[in-house]
């Protein structure tokens, strides 16, 4: 692409760096912005400098938070015996939509993976670890993808607690909620039969 | 969406306000910043903030520029009697890439609109009319898009170079190189036949 203005080749070039947005796409949001009134671009360019240069992690959970120690570490209403570890923050807000989870989390930050150069000491293993020896954790509900990144992430933690006097879950695979059985794919209806669960259980949970 | 931080939150409406880019994709966005270094954000932010605030449009065809006139207006080698009628600077890129034009260029920024609420007045069709006045252009190619929109501006701009001493062409609508006859539209390959050319002219073309 040729552009006639360096700024605006500049600008479009910063906008393709973010993933799932090519030149065009970029071409068309920077041209978007400055159609818009000026403060639109000031906002953007302001909120994400902030958000970049402030942002604090929970030193507990290392869930992003504006406080030191997030709100769901902070809230004396959670149960501090149960930790779900997920990879990233936006498993936390899916979570949290449930309202089924009243325990606290760990965020670790990502999965382990060889291919994309991603070791145990680059994720929040450490502190996980810790703890667990601290003993006031009854609960560890590992809530990774299944994937295969995944699975190694939960077999290397669970390597890591090995010997310590504390429970580890994981999140039930099965057919969705209103799926058909019909479409679902193999592994996913075999794991649902096998890890099947009391009937009395099930009407609970409605 | 209930999000952790207030900052994170900002950043995500921030940018959820570009076009196509809904909640969920402006969250990816923002934390996938978070994960680069700090450099990238502050250079995408500085970028956004330069692009609108120094941006210049050239005083004479309205592209995009850096200069007070930009490249296309201050070339020598252009040809000075032919000016095309783009709607916006993405068409005049894609009109450069091909090489087939020499002339300069006239950036309207945008069609009549009643729908949206854009006028005549709203566009640079004023500049246009002064152009043809002054006499040195001896040929306007209206090249926007032919929508109902684009059509009424075309008309609305001939009617305004009424009586002035001043060629005026659209550019050929027809079936694309490469593409099947079966496969085209009535209308395109319609008006592909009403607009046949000499053979040789077609052979030169290539």
Same mark, same amino acid.
């Given at each position: 692409?040729?552009?006639?203005?360096?700024?605006?080749?500049?600008?479009?070039?910063?906008?393709?760096?973010?993933?799932?947005?090519?030149?065009?796409?970029?071409?068309?949001?920077?041209?978007?912005?400055?159609?818009?009134?000026?403060?639109?671009?000031?906002?953007?360019?302001?909120?994400?400098?902030?958000?970049?240069?402030?942002?604090?992690?929970?030193?507990?959970?290392?869930?992003?938070? &504006?406080?030191? =120690?997030?709100? +769901?570490?902070?809230?004396?209403?959670?149960?501090?015996? /149960?930790?779900?570890?997920? @990879?990233?923050?936006?498993?936390?807000?899916?979570?949290?939509?449930?309202?089924?989870?009243?325990?606290?989390?760990?965020?670790?930050?990502?999965?382990?993976?060889?291919?994309?150069?991603?070791?145990?000491?680059?994720?929040?293993?450490?502190?996980?670890?810790?703890?667990?020896?601290?003993?006031?954790?009854?609960?560890?509900?590992?809530?990774?993808?299944?994937?295969?990144?995944?699975?190694?992430?939960?077999?290397?933690?669970?390597?890591?607690?090995?010997?310590? &006097?504390?429970? =580890?879950?994981? +999140?039930?695979?099965?057919?969705?909620?209103?799926?058909? /059985?019909?479409?679902?794919? @193999?592994?996913?209806?075999?794991?649902?039969?096998?890890?099947?669960?009391?009937?009395?259980?099930?009407?609970?949970?409605?």
């Amino acid at each position: 692409m040729e552009f006639s203005s360096k700024l605006l080749e500049n600008a479009v070039y910063e906008m393709s760096q973010l993933p799932g947005i090519g030149k065009r796409t970029a071409l068309r949001l920077v041209l978007h912005l400055l159609k818009q009134p000026e403060d639109r671009t000031t906002k953007l360019a302001r909120a994400l400098d902030a958000v970049r240069k402030d942002i604090k992690f929970c030193s507990q959970c290392h869930n992003i938070s &504006d406080a030191e =120690i997030c709100e +769901i570490c902070a809230s004396p209403k959670r149960d501090r015996s /149960l930790i779900c570890v997920v @990879e990233d923050i936006r498993d936390v807000m899916a979570i949290e939509n449930t309202s089924q989870y009243k325990g606290l989390y760990h965020v670790l930050g990502g999965k382990i993976s060889p291919m994309e150069g991603i070791g145990p000491h680059d994720l929040n293993i450490a502190s996980l670890i810790k703890k667990a020896r601290q003993g006031e954790t009854k609960e560890f509900i590992f809530a990774l993808s299944s994937t295969m990144e995944g699975d190694t992430t939960n077999f290397y933690i669970f390597k890591q607690l090995d010997g310590l &006097d504390v429970n =580890i879950s994981t +999140i039930a695979r099965g057919i969705a909620v209103n799926d058909e /059985l019909e479409y679902a794919d @193999e592994v996913t209806l075999g794991r649902s039969i096998l890890n099947r669960v009391p009937f009395e259980r099930s009407l609970k949970a409605n």
